[in-house]
């Protein structure tokens, strides 16, 4: 089946420190990856992306690891907030040669943030 | 707001009963994908349309549903005869031409009693 899997369903953090969010992936030709945040009845909000030929990208308070070797994605948020509290998917996509840019998604972890 | 609207945002349906929801991508892409999610899993890929052909379609994608986009504008997803299976949130997303981003919509959440 499809394959990407997230280790943790649940993380709480306090506010103000840092959270790791981790993703693995089973498709080595997966070659673009993104993180979304979802936040209670609403669609998928696109956090932060990084191509296969990468190993980190940062955004505002975000980072995105990537480990190929490992087939390992991870999403970094400093100093979390309330507001950060939501489902974080990442997803995979494969080559469009194969699958039209489609998107793989990996189950979610809850973010939840106390004070 | 990303764009991207979806109607109705719910909807109620007996089994049996056919449902039609509608995305509007935003409007310079000419990429659109449906998806559908269920409590606490992603969402799953359902179909894919590049302008108005749908070059793609899911397993999931059972006899009962089908999915047009005529003008390559707009897109609907149909499904006939509901089951309590087909409840779910049914997620749209639409990307630019030369983009990989995908922009997604709030979501039809569907329930079939």
């Known amino acids: 089946g499809e394959s990407v899997g997230l280790h943790l369903p649940t993380l709480s953090v306090q506010e103000g420190d840092n959270s790791i969010i981790n993703c693995a992936y089973s498709?080595?030709?997966?070659?673009?990856f993104i993180w979304y945040k979802q936040e209670s009845g609403k669609g998928p909000q696109f956090i932060i992306d990084?191509?296969?030929?990468?190993d980190k990208r940062q955004g505002q308070r975000v980072t995105v690891l990537l480990n190929k070797t490992v087939k390992h994605l991870s999403l970094q948020i400093a100093a979390t907030q309330p507001g950060d509290s939501a489902v974080y998917f990442c997803?995979?996509?494969?080559?469009?040669?194969?699958?039209?840019?489609?998107?793989?998604f990996g189950r979610g972890t809850q973010l939840t943030v106390w004070p | 707001d990303t764009g991207v609207s979806q109607n109705p945002r719910h909807k109620i349906t007996k089994r049996g009963q056919n449902v039609t929801f509608r995305c509007d991508p935003i409007?310079?892409?000419?990429?659109l994908y449906w998806y559908r999610q269920t409590l606490g899993q992603g969402p799953e890929f359902l179909t894919y349309?590049?302008?108005?052909?749908?070059?793609?379609k899911s397993r999931l994608l059972s006899d009962r549903f089908s999915a047009e986009r005529p003008k390559g504008s707009f897109s609907t997803l149909e499904i006939q005869r509901t089951e309590q299976g087909d409840s779910a949130m049914y997620l749209c997303?639409?990307?630019?031409?030369?983009?990989?981003?995908?922009?997604f919509g709030p979501g039809t959440r569907l329930t079939v009693t």
């Open positions: 997803a995979e996509k494969r080559p469009r040669g194969s699958t039209l840019g489609r998107l793989y």
């Open positions: 498709n080595s030709a997966s070659d673009y």
């Open positions: 990084i191509r296969s030929n990468m």
């Open positions: 409007s310079e892409h000419n990429r």
């Open positions: 349309f590049q302008n108005e052909a749908q070059l793609e």
């Open positions: 997303a639409s990307i630019a031409r030369r983009g990989y981003e995908q922009y």
